[in-house]
T-cell receptor, first 114, second 116 residues
Framework: AQSVAQPEDQVNVAEGNPLTVKCTYSVSGNPYLFWYVQYPNRGLQFLLK??????LVKGSYGFEAEFNKSQTSFHLKKPSALVSDSALYFCAVRARGNTGKLIFGQGTTLQVKP | NAGVTQTPKFQVLKTGQSMTLQCAQD?????MSWYRQDPGMGLRLIHY???????DQGEVPNGYNVSRSTTEDFPLRLLSAAPSQTSVYFC???????????????FGPGTRLTVT
């Protein structure tokens, strides 16, 4: 069965500092991995995804994520946080093949303070 | 393009009532799905569809029905509402090739449902 874990309910960083939001996954075979962001009272927006190839994936708004197969992780990173990055972040995984299930983690609230 | 639209935005039901949450997309996406979002639980997959006439259960399908008669529409039916179904419901869609699930999903704005 597929599963995703985001071990931190909340991450607090100061503006200008680097940020990391952690994600680990469990799935048979090689996964497709995604990060989404949700601003208050809005739907989710796609940030970036890992399909294959380079383990460092770059996405929207300066975010990037590193795929680590041995640690089954896909941590979201940004070199310099902005107050406007404050939001709820979700990691998601889908197994390769013809299954359609995209499974989300429980979400991590990112709070960036001025 | 309107993207993914959901109606209604808010709904209050009494226990035992039934209703249908509507979802439509104008991007010709084969894949559509329904999630519920509860505090501390993230998004949980209710049902999904990889094309007209094809639906499958997700993580939490009990109490919900779906059908997919057209590519554009994917309604979610609550047969007999219960307080445990109080949640925010999101519909999403994406491209789908039948063998690749690499496409990102586009989400609707959500429906906030309260069951009393």
């Amino acid at each position: 069965a597929q599963s995703v874990a985001q071990p931190e309910d909340q991450v607090n960083v100061a503006e200008g500092n680097p940020l990391t939001v952690k994600c680990t996954y469990s799935v048979s075979g090689n996964p497709y991995l995604f990060w989404y962001v949700q601003y208050p009272n809005r739907g989710l927006q796609f940030l970036l995804k890992y399909i294959t190839g380079d383990n460092l994936v770059k996405g929207s708004y300066g975010f990037e994520a590193e795929f680590n197969k041995s640690q089954t992780s896909f941590h979201l990173k940004k070199p310099s946080a902005l107050v406007s990055d404050s939001a709820l972040y979700f990691c998601a995984v889908r197994a390769r093949g013809n299954t359609g299930k995209l499974i989300f983690g429980q979400g991590t609230t990112l709070q960036v303070k001025p | 393009n309107a993207g993914v639209t959901q109606t209604p935005k808010f709904q209050v039901l009494k226990t035992g009532q039934s209703m249908t949450l509507q979802c439509a997309q104008d991007m010709n996406h084969e894949y559509m799905s329904w999630y519920r979002q509860d505090p501390g639980m993230g998004l949980r997959l209710i049902h999904y569809s990889v094309g007209a006439g094809i639906t499958d259960q997700g993580e939490v399908p009990n109490g919900y029905n779906v059908s997919r008669s057209t590519t554009e529409d994917f309604p979610l039916r609550l047969l007999s509402a219960a307080p445990s179904q109080t949640s925010v419901y999101f519909c999403a869609s994406s491209l789908w090739t039948g063998t690749s699930g690499s496409y990102e999903q586009y989400f609707g704005p959500g429906t906030r449902l309260t069951v009393t």
